[in-house]
DNA sequence: CTGAAAGCGCTAACAT
DNA sequence: ATGTTAGCGCTTTCAG
């Protein structure tokens, strides 16, 4: 190892400058350099704007957010695991209030999202898309219990916290009460006097299947906020003395109004009085076919949402009103606690069944 | 400096093993332990899976993404710039299309993207996230030309694709005919005898204003999608001989139905017989209040959108066709090619004019 | 208020 | 096929 002078004394024509260049202009150490970026109040004025002006006039773009974030620790991102391609996770309005809580609570701290879609052929994100991402913590939304990207996140050991996924062991998770959702919706058709119920529900499976599900299907789910509604549908129907194996449930391979409407199609043999889909868009999309094809509201068929998105409540469609926003900005409350080491309290967020037109008359 | 011993003989407990732990445990260099990640074909199965166990043993996470993100050069992310909060940009179904096209293009390189939404006050991002923002290349996506998140990327010399925003210089863009759209919009409605025509804008500016807007607002906008798509209405209203001045003109904040809707009061009183608006969205809500103040379209009040959005198929709005998945599926081929240091070839995109019966009866 | 020293964790030439 | 060497760009004690 040679004398003081460094390693690299010249530089390439093309090389952008780093803060050691700066710091060489303004006759300053890298230290001093650094200092004036990120903090201004450990130099004095002038000799700040000699190296900012040292920045300029070499064209510096500022330090390197790769090189702070090794140094730091941190990154300063999130990432936000989806269970869909954007095109379809974002179409549901749902999801998107979800998220929108959640950059609006970690946006103080000026955390970004780094958002990972689902991969082509499978449900979650992309288990190598996981090792790479360049985050401090990571939020899973909707996930299936045993999706590889979330096995990815635990064995790089990042935060991890889950939303609308209780069942991961040891995860801060917040999360709705699905199953006590589930449970009023179908209690209120029930006291409405339906006895003919037939389920559109959401998928079961990464198989992107769409048909009726039997019961083996029914209960292999990994999916826990299907498993949940699911379940509050069933625990109720079976109090109320009727069998459950009679009650028609037709998956959809995904959450819009398409498959909704198919839903519809494939339930109308069945010849139900009321039906309860798992989310307001697959309501939405039962609400068209039925209303294409000639049925009124509630007269005809009921129909039972959840979410109670916008577009639900304009529709005039019964729905489980579940706090969407808030359900994000806690998960993101969450991670920031989890990142500054605080303990973190478990959030339970109730639901509330809102009656519309979708299934009494005197709404 | 000492001799062979490195400087981090001992380790704290806590601290998190990194490759240098994993090489010393399986007895091989770092290099070896490297390429047991990243380049598996470099060294024999024995000597990998030597690794590999050292690594579980020791509970190596994996590479960090950090380490070999400054080691490589690159990050694998993609910073998108939104114009507005998260629950707003994606909540209009044109925003989330395009951003599906984005994701799709970059996935296969393994690129993911990090959302940067609107600041609270402001129109595009804070500039300090984009700072920060540990990524490889920026898209914006319809911002305001003079938007501070701009020039901040551009101080950072970050690669930057632009998305509906044709007018900044040496910045490649893709974009659609946007005033050839409203011309062909404006010209379907003249075509069809209307001469009160009434426009429900998207905003002119980044103040949050909603109302009429006078020819000195409207002509003093940087949002090159706004300014283009009136320019078009303009000139075809003009060149039909109509006064240009006497065209109410309704500038909504944002782009929801719920400003359409408002739109739609706010022109009422100038008693139009047709509307041109500037997405779907806002025609959507057009069309809402203009049903439930009773009127019939196309009789009463002929509405024409812009984007053809399914909801815009769904609910028989005539609107102005513009390929949104390829838009931004474009964007993420340029910016590969930028990052590769391909040739960009700029995109242009057309757009067309799709009748349906919120402005023909006969369809 | 400023500078010297050390190293965050990794990988890519290059040599063996 | 494996190891040696060097350094990506930055920040942060700590000492002056």
Request: proline letters at 7%.
């Amino acid at each position: 190892v040679g004398a003081a002078v460094g390693p690299r004394t010249l530089r390439r024509v093309g090389d952008r400058p780093t803060l050691r260049d700066v710091a060489a202009a303004a006759g300053v150490s890298r230290s001093t350099a650094s200092n004036a970026y990120s903090r201004p109040d450990q130099l004095s004025r002038t000799v700040r704007d000699r190296v900012l002006a040292a920045a300029v006039e070499l064209g510096y773009p500022g330090p390197s957010p790769t090189g702070s974030a090794l140094r730091r620790g941190h990154t300063g991102a999130l990432a936000v695991l989806l269970g869909d391609r954007l095109g379809y996770a974002f179409s549901d309005p749902a999801a998107v209030l979800t998220l929108d809580g959640l950059a609006s609570a970690v946006e103080p701290a000026g955390t970004a999202l780094l958002v990972l879609p689902g991969a082509a052929r499978a449900s979650g994100p992309a288990p190598d898309g996981v090792r790479r991402a360049v985050v401090d913590a990571v939020v899973a939304y909707s996930l299936s219990d045993d999706d590889p990207a979330v096995a990815a996140v635990r064995s790089r050991g990042l935060p991890l916290v889950a939303i609308d996924q209780p069942r991961l062991s040891g995860v801060p998770a917040v999360v709705v009460d699905d199953a006590g959702g589930a449970r009023s919706a179908a209690e209120h058709l029930l006291g409405l006097g339906h006895r003919r119920i037939a389920v559109a529900a959401l998928e079961l499976a990464t198989d992107e299947v769409t048909g009726l599900a039997d019961q083996e299907r029914q209960s292999a789910t990994r999916f826990p906020v299907t498993a949940d509604r699911l379940a509050g549908y069933r625990t109720t129907v079976e109090a109320a003395g009727l069998d459950w194996a009679a009650v028609p449930v037709h998956e959809c391979a995904r959450n819009t109004r398409e498959e909704g409407a198919a839903a519809f199609a494939a339930l109308r043999p069945h010849r139900p009085t009321a039906i309860l889909a798992m989310s307001d868009e697959l309501a939405l999309g039962v609400l068209r076919a039925a209303t294409a094809a000639g049925l009124r509201m509630p007269e005809d068929v009921a129909v039972v949402g959840f979410d109670d998105t916008p577009a639900a409540q304009r529709a005039g469609l019964s729905s489980v009103r579940q706090p969407l926003y808030d359900k994000g900005w806690h998960a993101g409350r969450q991670v920031l606690a989890l990142l500054a080491g605080a303990p973190i309290d478990p959030v339970t967020l109730s639901t509330e069944l809102v009656v519309r037109r979708s299934t009494d008359t005197t709404q």
